[in-house]
C-alpha cells in the first residue's frame, strides 16, 4: 500500500511541480537589530542542562508557525550548545516579501516547492553539501529529486501536506466533502461568520481554481479572475483570512470550518477530538515543505557548520519522528518510520491513498504570472 502510495506521490512530484514576516528590515543575525527574531524556550524542556555543551553560538531558524515540537531547541542546544532563535512567517510570499525587504541574518528558511525553485532562481540558496549530513540516507528516495531541486542540490525535504477542509464532527451528520461548503454562498451561509481561509494567496486561489475545475497553478487569467470572483461571493461568510491561528479559533469555537493544512488540524484534535480534517472530492492542494540554507550562511564557515549540525539533527531518525507526533504532518524520513505514531500514519488524510494522490495537485511556480494573483489578491483584500 505505501509503496503504491509512493509511486504516485513520484509521479505527482515530477509533473505537478515541472508544470508549474514580518515587513520591516531585520539584521537578525547581527549585533545591532535582533528583533526579528524570538530565542526559543530552551528552558522548559525535560533534558537536563547542568552539564549542557558549551555556547555553541546561535542559528537562525525562519519557519512556519507551529511547525516543530518546542522541546527539540531545548535538546539540541543539550547535545551542541547551539541556540536556536526562532522567527515566524506566514505563507511563502511573506518570507520572500521579508527577504527581498532587506531581511538578513536567518541561516535555515522552510519555503514550500516552488518557492524553493524561486528562490534558487534568485540566488537566495546555498547549495547543499550531502556528504556534512550523516543522515541522508535516512530520506525516502521519492524525495530525493524533486523538479524544484533536482538531486536536493539546496534543499531537504522536511514535511509533506495537503490543503483542504477543518470542521467540527458536533456540526455535521455526514461529514463534509466538497470544496461547495466553504466557496458555495448559500452552503457557507451555514456557518457565516465562522469560516476561515488561509492568509495565503496561492493556497486561497489555490483550492478555488481546483473547485472551479481547473489547474491550481493556472496561469489563465480568466480562470484565475473567475476563481477571485468566487472568493469575493463568500467573502462575507469568512471570520478572516488567517493561517498562524486559524486551529485555535477552531478550538475555542469561535469559528467552525476552515480552509487549512492537514497536520495543523490533526494537532488541534489531539486537543479536541471533535475537530477533523478532509481532502474534498474535487481535490487539493499538495506541498513539500523544505529546509534551506540562506546563501549568506552558505558563505560563513561557522554559521555553515551550525546549519549542518541543526540539519543532521532534524534529519535523525529518533527526531524526525519526534517531530512528526508532535506537528501530524507526513514526513518523507523514511527511517523515521518505526518511530512514527500509527495512528498518523494510517490516516489517510495524513498519507493519502493512491486514488487520493490522483486528486492532488502542486502549486507550481507560475513566474511573472505571480503579479496578476497579487493584484486580484489585493482586490480580495480590498472588498468590503
Ligand atoms: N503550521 C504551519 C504549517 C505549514 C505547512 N506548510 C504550508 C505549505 C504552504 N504551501
Same mark, same amino acid.
Given at each position: 500500500?505505501?509503496?503504491?502510495?509512493?509511486?504516485?506521490?513520484?509521479?505527482?512530484?515530477?509533473?505537478?511541480?515541472? +508544470?508549474?514576516?514580518?515587513?520591516?528590515?531585520?539584521?537578525?543575525?547581527?549585533?545591532?537589530?535582533?528583533?526579528?527574531?524570538?530565542?526559543?524556550?530552551?528552558?522548559?524542556?525535560?533534558?537536563?542542562?547542568?552539564? =549542557?555543551? @558549551?555556547?555553541?553560538?546561535?542559528?537562525?531558524?525562519?519557519?512556519?508557525?507551529?511547525?516543530?515540537?518546542?522541546?527539540?531547541?531545548?535538546?539540541?542546544?543539550?547535545?551542541? $550548545?547551539?541556540? %536556536?532563535? @526562532?522567527?515566524?512567517?506566514?505563507?511563502?510570499?511573506?518570507?520572500?516579501?521579508?527577504?527581498?525587504?532587506?531581511?538578513?541574518?536567518?541561516?535555515?528558511?522552510?519555503?514550500?516547492?516552488?518557492?524553493?525553485?524561486?528562490?534558487?532562481?534568485?540566488?537566495?540558496?546555498?547549495?547543499?553539501?550531502?556528504?556534512?549530513?550523516?543522515?541522508?540516507?535516512?530520506?525516502?528516495?521519492?524525495?530525493?529529486?524533486?523538479?524544484?531541486?533536482? &538531486?536536493?542540490?539546496?534543499?531537504?525535504?522536511?514535511?509533506?501536506?495537503?490543503? $483542504?477542509?477543518?470542521?467540527? #464532527?458536533?456540526?455535521?451528520?455526514?461529514?463534509?466533502?466538497?470544496?461547495?461548503?466553504?466557496?458555495?454562498?448559500?452552503?457557507?451561509? &451555514?456557518?457565516?461568520?465562522?469560516?476561515?481561509?488561509?492568509? !495565503?494567496?496561492?493556497?486561497?486561489?489555490?483550492? +478555488?481554481?481546483?473547485?472551479?475545475?481547473?489547474? =491550481?497553478?493556472?496561469?489563465?487569467?480568466?480562470?484565475?479572475?473567475?476563481?477571485?470572483?468566487?472568493?469575493?461571493?463568500?467573502?462575507?461568510?469568512?471570520?478572516?483570512?488567517?493561517? !498562524?491561528?486559524?486551529?485555535?479559533?477552531?478550538?475555542?469555537?469561535?469559528?467552525?470550518?476552515?480552509?487549512?493544512?492537514?497536520?495543523?488540524?490533526?494537532? +488541534?484534535?489531539?486537543?479536541?477530538? &471533535?475537530?477533523?480534517?478532509?481532502?474534498?472530492?474535487?481535490?487539493? %492542494?499538495?506541498?513539500?515543505?523544505? #529546509?534551506?540554507?540562506?546563501?549568506?550562511? $552558505?558563505?560563513?564557515?561557522?554559521?555553515?557548520?551550525?546549519?549542518?549540525?541543526?540539519?543532521?539533527?532534524?534529519?535523525?531518525?529518533?527526531?524526525?519522528?519526534?517531530?512528526?507526533?508532535?506537528?501530524?504532518?507526513?514526513?518523507?524520513?523514511?527511517?523515521?518510520?518505526?518511530?512514527?505514531?500509527?495512528?498518523?500514519?494510517?490516516?489517510?488524510?495524513?498519507?493519502?491513498?493512491?486514488?487520493?494522490?490522483?486528486?492532488?495537485?502542486?502549486?507550481?511556480?507560475?513566474?511573472?504570472?505571480?503579479?496578476?494573483?497579487?493584484?486580484?489578491?489585493?482586490?480580495?483584500?480590498?472588498?468590503?
Amino acid at each position: 500500500m505505501k509503496k503504491i502510495l509512493l509511486s504516485m506521490f513520484m509521479i505527482l512530484i515530477m509533473i505537478g511541480v515541472a +508544470a508549474c514576516g514580518p515587513s520591516d528590515t531585520a539584521d537578525v543575525g547581527g549585533e545591532t537589530d535582533t528583533s526579528g527574531g524570538e530565542e526559543a524556550d530552551t528552558s522548559g524542556g525535560e533534558a537536563d542542562t547542568s552539564d =549542557a555543551k @558549551e555556547d555553541g553560538g546561535t542559528l537562525y531558524f525562519y519557519t512556519w508557525s507551529e511547525y516543530i515540537d518546542p522541546d527539540i531547541y531545548a535538546q539540541f542546544k543539550e547535545e551542541t $550548545g547551539i541556540t %536556536v532563535v @526562532e522567527d515566524i512567517f506566514g505563507s511563502n510570499e511573506d518570507l520572500l516579501a521579508k527577504l527581498q525587504g532587506g531581511a538578513t541574518g536567518y541561516d535555515v528558511y522552510v519555503p514550500s516547492d516552488y518557492m524553493v525553485e524561486i528562490m534558487i532562481e534568485l540566488d537566495m540558496l546555498a547549495e547543499l553539501d550531502q556528504s556534512r549530513l550523516e543522515t541522508i540516507g535516512n530520506l525516502d528516495p521519492t524525495f530525493t529529486n524533486p523538479p524544484f531541486d533536482p &538531486n536536493m542540490g539546496h534543499c531537504l525535504p522536511y514535511f509533506w501536506g495537503t490543503t $483542504g477542509i477543518g470542521y467540527n #464532527l458536533e456540526d455535521w451528520d455526514e461529514p463534509p466533502d466538497s470544496w461547495a461548503y466553504i466557496f458555495d454562498p448559500e452552503l457557507a451561509s &451555514n456557518f457565516s461568520g465562522q469560516i476561515t481561509m488561509l492568509d !495565503d494567496m496561492r493556497e486561497v486561489f489555490g483550492s +478555488a481554481l481546483i473547485y472551479l475545475g481547473y489547474s =491550481a497553478g493556472t496561469t489563465d487569467e480568466a480562470e484565475l479572475a473567475e476563481a477571485r470572483d468566487l472568493v469575493l461571493g463568500i467573502k462575507e461568510h469568512l471570520y478572516s483570512f488567517e493561517s !498562524d491561528t486559524y486551529e485555535d479559533l477552531m478550538l475555542t469555537g469561535e469559528t467552525r470550518m476552515s480552509q487549512g493544512w492537514s497536520g495543523d488540524i490533526f494537532a +488541534a484534535a489531539v486537543e479536541d477530538e &471533535n475537530l477533523w480534517y478532509i481532502i474534498p472530492k474535487e481535490g487539493a %492542494v499538495m506541498w513539500v515543505d523544505n #529546509l534551506c540554507i540562506s546563501a549568506d550562511a $552558505g558563505a560563513d564557515p561557522e554559521r555553515l557548520d551550525r546549519v549542518y549540525q541543526w540539519l543532521d539533527y532534524l534529519n535523525r531518525a529518533d527526531i524526525a519522528a519526534q517531530n512528526t507526533n508532535w506537528v501530524w504532518y507526513a514526513s518523507p524520513n523514511a527511517a523515521a518510520e518505526d518511530g512514527i505514531l500509527e495512528e498518523i500514519l494510517t490516516e489517510p488524510a495524513i498519507y493519502p491513498d493512491a486514488e487520493t494522490m490522483e486528486r492532488l495537485e502542486f502549486l507550481g511556480n507560475v513566474g511573472d504570472f505571480t503579479e496578476t494573483y497579487s493584484r486580484m489578491w489585493t482586490e480580495i483584500k480590498a472588498a468590503d
